[in-house]
């Protein structure tokens, strides 16, 4: 692997929030393509933060301050992922499901979303069944409600999220995409969501499905 890659991994996993936007101008500079300093550096560089923390090493704020870090970095490949999106490809209500505070990767997805032409209406994390309910009926025009989960714990307020958008009349006219780590397609069918995608440059490609 490409040494700067490995120091992309080794600043966030140690948090050098003061250095991780230099080793990614450095990354650009030596070719390699964001695509690739998002997946073989900065996500690798998370896996391993998760891994710590399973062992005992890391507690919570050493998390938090990794994502810290690795937002920091993604500042720097953010304009180039998001190619110019020419006209909306339709709205999408987007945010991470009650319960949940984690919002690197629902970023993400918004950031590609918004790229390949979305327009994305964040609602944050944390985000009730009845706040997202309140937010499609602000925006009756959204086509996708795209929802993010990153704990066990929480990935079953999707199923709630999508039986109250169900109650109150709007599930008709949207389609309900999802994803983050412990999901798969089975347990987004089993909710009845209409898509599921592993990861935000796939994200993209399911929401265009999705919109027809
Ligand atoms: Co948390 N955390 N965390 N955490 N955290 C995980 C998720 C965990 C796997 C760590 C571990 O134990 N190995 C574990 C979950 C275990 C489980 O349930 N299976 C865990 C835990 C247990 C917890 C707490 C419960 C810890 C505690 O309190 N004891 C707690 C819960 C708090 C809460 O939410 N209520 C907690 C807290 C936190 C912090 C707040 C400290 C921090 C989040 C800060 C933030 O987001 N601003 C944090 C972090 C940083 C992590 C890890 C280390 C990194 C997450 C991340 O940013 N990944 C994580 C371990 C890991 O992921 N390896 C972990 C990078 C990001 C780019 O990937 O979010 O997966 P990801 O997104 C991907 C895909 O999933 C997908 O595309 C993205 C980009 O490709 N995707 C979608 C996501 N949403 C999508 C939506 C789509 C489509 C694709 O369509 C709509």
Known sequence: MEKVLEQIIDGIVKFDQDSIQERVKEALAAGINPQKILNEGMIVAMGKVGKLFEEGEYFLPEMLVAAMTMQKGLEVIQPLLMKSGVKSAGK???GTVKGDLHDVGKNLVGMML???GFDVIDVGVDVTPEKFVEVLQDNKDAKILALSALLT????NMKTTIDAVKRA???SKLKVMV???PLNETYAKE???DGYAPDASRAVG???????
Do not use: F
């Open 169 to 171: 009349g709007l599930r």
């Open 92 to 94: 999408i209500v987007l």
């Open 206 to 212: 399911v929401a265009k499905t999705l919109v027809g």
């Open 114 to 116: 918004k790229g390949a």
């Open 191 to 193: 909710i009845g969501a």
């Open 179 to 181: 994803g983050g780590a």
């Open 153 to 156: 714990t929480t990935m079953p």
